[in-house]
C-alpha cells in the first residue's frame, strides 16, 4: 500500500513538471528518478512500518539527491555550449567573447579566446592552440567559471584539452 502511494505520488511530481508543456528541466528528471529509486530501494527493508519508514525517507533522500545531481547541463545545452565554442575559437579575436542561451531551458554561457600560439614542446608541439575562458550557467544552479586550453586536431577542428 505504501509503496504504491509513494510510487503515484512520484508520478504526480513527474507530471507536475511537465504540466506546463515545456521539457523538464535536469532538476525536475533527478529528482523523479531519485525518488523512484528511493521507493524501491526502501521497499526492499524490513516490513509494516519499518518499511513504510524506510521507503519515505529513501524517497526524500532520493529526490533530493537526484535533483542536485540533475542540476547541471543538459545534453541540449552541451551541443549549443560545444557548438559556440568551436565558431569563438575559429571566428573570434583574442579577448572577444561570444555567449550561448538556451530558451528551453533557460541554462545560458559565454566563451572569450585568447590569443592564438604554438607550444615548442609536449603532445601539442607545433600545433596552434588557444586559451579559453568559459562561463556556464545551468538554468537553476550555480555559474561555473574555467579556463580550458583549445588547439587544432590533425582535421584542423579544435579540440578542447585540459580544464
Keep these: 500500500m505504501v509503496r504504491k502511494l509513494a510510487?503515484?505520488?512520484?508520478?504526480?511530481?513527474?507530471?507536475?513538471?511537465?504540466?506546463?508543456?515545456?521539457?523538464?528541466?535536469?532538476?525536475?528528471?533527478?529528482?523523479?528518478?531519485?525518488?523512484?529509486?528511493g521507493v524501491l530501494v526502501g521497499s526492499q527493508i524490513g516490513s509494516g512500518?519499518?518499511?513504510?519508514?524506510?521507503?519515505?525517507?529513501?524517497?526524500?533522500?532520493g529526490g533530493w539527491l537526484g535533483g542536485e545531481l540533475g542540476e547541471g547541463?543538459?545534453?541540449?545545452?552541451?551541443?549549443?555550449?560545444?557548438t559556440m565554442t568551436q565558431e569563438a575559437l575559429?571566428?573570434?579575436?583574442?579577448?572577444?567573447?561570444s555567449a550561448w542561451s538556451n530558451p528551453s531551458t533557460g541554462?545560458?554561457?559565454?566563451?572569450?579566446?585568447?590569443?592564438?600560439?604554438?607550444?615548442?614542446?609536449?603532445?601539442?608541439?607545433?600545433?596552434?592552440?588557444?586559451?579559453?575562458?568559459?562561463?556556464a550557467k545551468p538554468a537553476s544552479g550555480d555559474i561555473n567559471r574555467g579556463k580550458r586550453t583549445a588547439c587544432r586536431n590533425a582535421n584542423g577542428d579544435w579540440e578542447v584539452l585540459s580544464a
Excluded at 90 to 97: D, F
Design 107 to 135: 541554462a545560458s554561457g559565454q566563451v572569450t579566446p585568447g590569443p592564438v600560439y604554438q607550444p615548442k614542446s609536449g603532445t601539442q608541439a607545433g600545433k596552434q592552440c588557444r586559451q579559453i575562458d568559459v562561463v
Design 49 to 61: 512500518v519499518t518499511r513504510a519508514a524506510a521507503i519515505v525517507g529513501l524517497a526524500v533522500l
Design 73 to 82: 547541463l543538459s545534453t541540449e545545452d552541451k551541443q549549443q555550449a560545444g
Design 90 to 97: 575559429a571566428n573570434n579575436r583574442a579577448g572577444q567573447t
Design 7 to 37: 510510487i503515484t505520488a512520484a508520478a504526480c511530481v513527474a507530471l507536475t513538471a511537465c504540466a506546463e508543456g515545456n521539457e523538464p528541466t535536469g532538476r525536475q528528471v533527478g529528482t523523479v528518478a531519485g525518488t523512484v529509486v
